[in-house]
């Protein structure tokens, strides 16, 4: 049978029973202002003064901690003989719970873990509160995470100038064995903050290997152990616990407590400086799949940032060196030459012509490649070509009019086609050739010589100035040009006479003025020339 709870407790709604206690009964309820579900604590036991008193010190302390990291209360009254509190719902799991499914801890989530519980405690501590109880089963984990510490019903106050007797006897043992100091089984009433140190260090050593440091039962002999802080080094259970954490527990469970850390500050910042390593949001995430989870979870491993940064970084330099590595081989043509060989011929242009005679001349001369579908004729995509040299050769004279025509061959960088009709345009500045061609599976070389010879007839048009007044001569100046070895007037000669893709020498000659003479390079395409000579007098 459903177990019966009383329909409403004060202005509280009650939706159920979570647990029974010694003391008392815990009933989940809702706020009827806030609408958000709460915790009803009923103590039942009567006729017990300190009891009471403990009971109503604990809302006491709990109302003077205002703090995200410890259960807040929101009430506290008393109805038919009976006192309750009332507190906010942490709606997950406590951290026992955690532990008997999970049973170890990933070092980083514990530390998250001993983190936030310090938070609490120093939010306690800097008010002169000692928990005295501080153990996974008051450490409770929400679905998003939150850590919060709870049930402060055994807590004391740091020995003070007070009227208020205390409720812990002198000689009188309070708290949970298995988490109690040496100096907590001799006098609770006597601890300081540095007994929660102790606590949470043993709660560190559980959370990391699985297992409690000391038994949970009392006897002599375990009464010496703690003493003599004789356990099992948690390194020698597990070798990849981190020496941080390792260095952690030695310090908190020392026993005597001089020897421990004095308050909870330096242990913040121990376990700050281990975790800013770490992507923070990340681990909270798993432990709250961890406190949804029905059933035992795998951890993942949390990878240092920076570590992981280095490994990012490392793919992405392996990948863009891969995309190098793959964009050169596929534009050298190694891939189109090996791996889709049987896809892909190979076919390369040869182009003979005169050589450039003018140094620093640009004639650009492309090659382009279309598939000969007899309609659009559409152009290969990423098949355009410069044609570069290849190497040179000197072509017979021509008679002594001009120098050695140079011809040389020009080659494109190897373009790679599926068998099939295509056809190729070669343009070399004013010129254009185009030829089709069939492409099989075998290696293809185009011959392109349609320039080889080429040459334009030139046009001369000069002009003579005085160099000083700078009147314009040229009526009166003559224009020889050197023919065949002998020196013959510019109109003699005519433009018949004269073709580009030379060197020829001009001289202009005027009455009482020095001869200038003109040696000019001349491009196989270029075909005009125009000459302006500033003549000097001839002294007397």
């Not at 040179?392 to 008679?399: I, L, Y």
Request: hydrophobic content about 40%; overall charge positive; some cysteine.
């Amino acid at each position: 049978m459903p177990e019966s709870f009383p329909p409403m407790i004060g202005k509280y709604k009650i939706l159920g029973v979570i647990a029974h206690g010694g003391m008392g009964v815990v009933y989940k309820a809702e706020h009827p202002s806030l609408k958000r579900f709460v915790v009803i604590k009923k103590m039942t036991a009567r006729g017990n003064n300190a009891n009471a008193e403990r009971f109503k010190r604990e809302a006491q302390i709990l109302l003077d901690l205002q703090s995200s990291y410890i259960v807040h209360l929101f009430d506290y009254f008393t109805e038919g003989g009976y006192r309750y509190m009332v507190e906010e719902l942490v709606d997950g799991m406590a951290l026992d719970k955690l532990l008997a499914r999970e049973t170890i801890l990933p070092p980083e989530l514990a530390l998250l873990v001993v983190q936030d519980a310090c938070y609490a405690l120093k939010c306690a501590h800097n008010k002169g509160i000692i928990h005295r109880d501080i153990k996974p089963g008051n450490i409770l984990i929400s679905k998003r995470a939150e850590i919060k510490l709870a049930d402060f019903g055994i807590a004391g106050e740091k020995e003070k100038e007070t009227d208020q007797p205390s409720l812990t006897q002198s000689g009188i043992a309070l708290g949970t064995p298995a988490y109690m100091p040496p100096e907590q089984y001799e006098n609770s009433s006597k601890v300081d903050q540095r007994a929660d140190i102790y606590a949470l260090g043993i709660m560190l050593y559980e959370m990391t290997t699985g297992a409690k440091p000391f038994p949970g039962t009392l006897s002599m002999e375990t009464l010496n152990r703690i003493r003599k802080g004789k356990y099992i080094s948690p390194k020698k259970i597990d070798k990849t616990i981190p020496n941080t954490v390792n260095s952690l527990i030695k310090k908190m469970m020392q026993s005597n407590p001089r020897h421990r850390f004095q308050s909870v500050e330096p242990i913040i910042k121990i376990v700050q400086r281990y975790l800013r390593h770490y992507d923070i949001h990340e681990i909270r995430v798993q432990l709250a799949k961890a406190v949804i989870s029905p059933k035992t979870v795998s951890f993942p491993e949390f990878v240092p940032k920076d570590i992981a940064k280095r490994k990012v970084q490392h793919a992405a330099c392996i990948t863009l060196a891969a995309a190098a590595a793959f964009t050169f081989l596929w534009y050298s043509g190694f891939i189109h030459r090996t791996i889709l060989r049987r896809l892909f011929t190979p076919v390369d242009v040869q182009m003979q012509m005169p050589a450039s005679t003018l140094e620093g001349s640009d004639l650009p001369v492309r090659a382009f490649f279309f598939e000969n579908d007899g309609t659009d004729i559409p152009e290969i995509g990423g098949s355009r070509r410069i044609f570069t040299e290849q190497k040179e050769k000197t072509a017979d004279d021509t008679g002594g009019a001009r120098q050695s025509v140079k011809v040389r061959t020009y080659t494109i960088k190897t373009v790679f086609l599926k068998p099939g009709s295509y056809r190729i345009k070669v343009v070399a500045g004013p010129y254009v050739w185009w030829k089709s061609f069939s492409v099989t599976k075998k290696s293809q070389l185009i011959q392109c010589d349609f320039l080889k010879g080429a040459s334009r007839p030139l046009t001369v048009k000069p002009h003579a100035y005085d160099a000083v007044t700078g009147e314009d001569i040229t009526s009166k100046t003559a224009f020889f040009v050197l023919y065949n070895g002998t020196w013959r007037l510019l109109t003699d000669i005519g433009d018949s006479g004269m073709i580009s893709g030379t060197v020829w020498k001009i001289k202009a000659s005027c009455p009482g003025y020095n001869d200038e003479i003109f040696s000019l390079l001349l491009d196989w395409y270029q075909d005009e020339l125009f000459i302006s000579a500033n003549l000097i007098h001839a002294e007397k």
